[in-house]
């Protein structure tokens, strides 16, 4: 049955492997989405995890549309000075002063660029990290050439008894060839996987390897960042210091503008040499603008403690659905980047059934294709009352009373 009126979708390419559900999707706002018909949905996903202060915040919308009708694109012989001011903002919250970033427009481009100066900068081989992150849709760190990067599997440290002290002599560990390697690219948290969270232990372990060995650290801070796991940046759940950071999705809104920011240490290193890299809205005044106003509006409205605050209530909520009705196999989640993993089933029909259940009760989440996982990525801005009714109607869902059928 169609959730709302299906139009067809023919003349773009669309992302493969999810189901496209909701075809007439014609409004936003904050948490919710509207159809044609007016019939209002929960966007617990934030669209692609971007939108963290909720669709169409009117402090973004006004600076759109104040900027883009004074100054919104530059070229390369002249600037705004509001890129200056946005790129301050960014290295102090990293706390990178004396550092310097560029603004470009995608998550897939932040971590490419930070990769390929850190590659200009290290005189080793290879690059390593995790075998389930994700880095984006082009560029070296996506297609991980085996010899130039050496992709850690972590999963056996996950059930490792040893797992919280990581000790140094551990086989597995000592299979990393740290002779080789030149830099450590991190993802604090696998969204686009499995939403998993290496140890604490294990992280910093491998970081003060780059540290000593004169290698680099960088952190994709893409899903990880503005918020999203109840800290500014995911990576300091590991109490480490990057020196490059690749900052997207949230920090636009919804707005394609992305940063990779470099640490003093970096710049020292870099000299006074150019960086070849150019493309046509690099540093542009608009994207600036945005993730400046972003950056505020989480700090004026108190948002981070906010996203906290509901993402201590979902926990609760599902920890109690998870032991109500023995349907939940695992939860995994830091601040609001959270996946619920149910009991296996026969080739994963009934998430499949669950999630359609769910989206026609009015709640838009993930489910990762070809898994029973369901992930939420909700706004910080997200309204406690609408969890609430999303954990009574997952409730329904999950003991059979608000599958598809029932509710035919
Ligand atoms: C962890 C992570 N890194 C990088 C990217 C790429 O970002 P973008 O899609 O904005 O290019 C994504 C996208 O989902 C991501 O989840």
Request: aromatic residues 10%.
């Amino acid at each position: 049955m169609a959730i709302c009126k299906a139009r067809r979708v023919t003349s773009i390419f669309w992302y493969p492997g999810h189901e496209l559900i909701l075809t007439d999707i014609v409004r936003a706002e904050n948490c919710y989405l509207y159809d044609s018909a007016g019939k209002r949905y929960v966007d617990l996903e934030s669209g692609v995890w971007c939108t963290c202060i909720g669709h169409g915040n009117p402090r973004i919308g006004n600076v759109i549309a104040r900027r883009f009708s004074t100054i919104g694109h530059t070229g390369f012989c002249y600037a705004s000075e509001i890129v200056e001011e946005a790129a301050q903002e960014i290295l102090s919250l990293l706390d990178f002063e004396g550092g310097r970033c560029v603004f470009l427009c995608s998550g897939s481009e932040a971590v490419e660029f930070g990769v390929r100066i850190a590659g200009s900068l290290i005189d080793r081989p290879m690059m390593l990290t995790m075998t389930d992150s994700y880095f984006g849709a082009y560029g070296s760190a996506r297609e991980r050439q085996e010899d130039e990067w050496h992709c850690f599997d972590w999963s056996v440290c996950a059930d490792c008894p040893e797992s919280k002290e990581c000790h140094e002599s551990c086989e597995h560990l000592a299979s990393i060839p740290f002779e080789e390697i030149g830099g450590f690219l991190f993802e604090p948290g696998s969204s686009s996987g499995l939403v998993r969270f290496p140890p604490e232990k294990l992280v910093r372990g491998i970081a003060e390897k780059m540290w000593t060995n004169d290698g680099l650290l960088l952190v994709n801070e893409v899903t990880t960042g503005v918020g999203r796991t109840g800290k500014w940046f995911g990576y300091e759940h590991y109490g480490i210091s990057p020196d490059i950071a690749a900052i997207g999705k949230g920090i636009g809104n919804g707005y394609p503008v992305s940063v990779a920011a470099f640490s003093r240490r970096v710049l020292e290193r870099l000299g006074d040499g150019p960086v070849n890299y150019a493309q046509s809205h690099q540093n542009d005044p608009l994207g600036a603008a945005v993730a400046l106003e972003v950056i505020r509006v989480i700090r004026e409205d108190g948002l981070i403690e906010r996203g906290r605050e509901i993402a201590a209530m979902l926990a609760d909520g599902l920890e109690n659905l998870r032991r109500r009705t023995g349907r939940i196999k695992e939860l995994r989640g830091r601040g609001l980047m959270i996946a619920i993993e149910l009991e296996d089933d026969d080739g994963n029909s009934f998430a499949a059934a669950a999630h359609r259940a769910l989206v026609r009760r009015g709640f838009v989440l993930g489910l990762r294709p070809g898994t029973s996982v369901f992930r939420l990525d909700p706004s910080l801005t997200v309204d406690f009352g609408d969890i609430e009714k999303f954990l009574q109607a997952f409730e329904g869902v999950l003991d059979g009373s608000g599958t598809d059928a029932a509710a035919d």
